[in-house]
């Protein structure tokens, strides 16, 4: 069965980074896109980032865009989220995403 889980959340201050790791079994990771989204409290989840399946293309939300980068290592099974300049409201559940699929999450908090 699919399985996506997420590591690599926690608490960091402004302008800090993190970076998110999804780990991906139970398909041929290598031939499917991938996104990040994201969930803060009270509000819907969003699309953050995605990312073609060889990983050549890649596209952002605009408020994270020149902050976040999206990668993946297909000999891993492996998409990543390196998050920069941390913003207090980039605080959210972040979900990894195939399809269907979802991962669990993984608490993202900034805060001073």
């Known amino acids: 069965q699919v399985q996506l889980v997420e590591s690599g959340g926690g608490l960091v201050q402004p302008g800090g980074s993190l970076r998110l790791s999804c780990a991906a079994s139970?398909?041929?990771?290598?031939?499917?896109?991938m996104s990040w989204y994201r969930q803060a409290p009270g509000k819907e989840r969003e699309l953050v980032a995605s990312i073609s399946p060889a990983g050549s293309n890649t596209n952002y939300v605009d408020s994270v865009k020149g902050r976040f980068t999206i990668s993946r290592d297909n000999a891993k099974n492996t998409v990543y989220l390196q998050m920069n300049s941390l913003k207090p409201e980039d605080t959210a559940v972040y979900y990894c995403?195939?399809?269907?699929?979802w991962g669990q999450g993984t608490q993202v908090t900034v805060s001073s």
């Open positions: 995403r195939r399809f269907s699929n």
């Open positions: 139970g398909f041929t990771f290598s031939t499917y896109p």
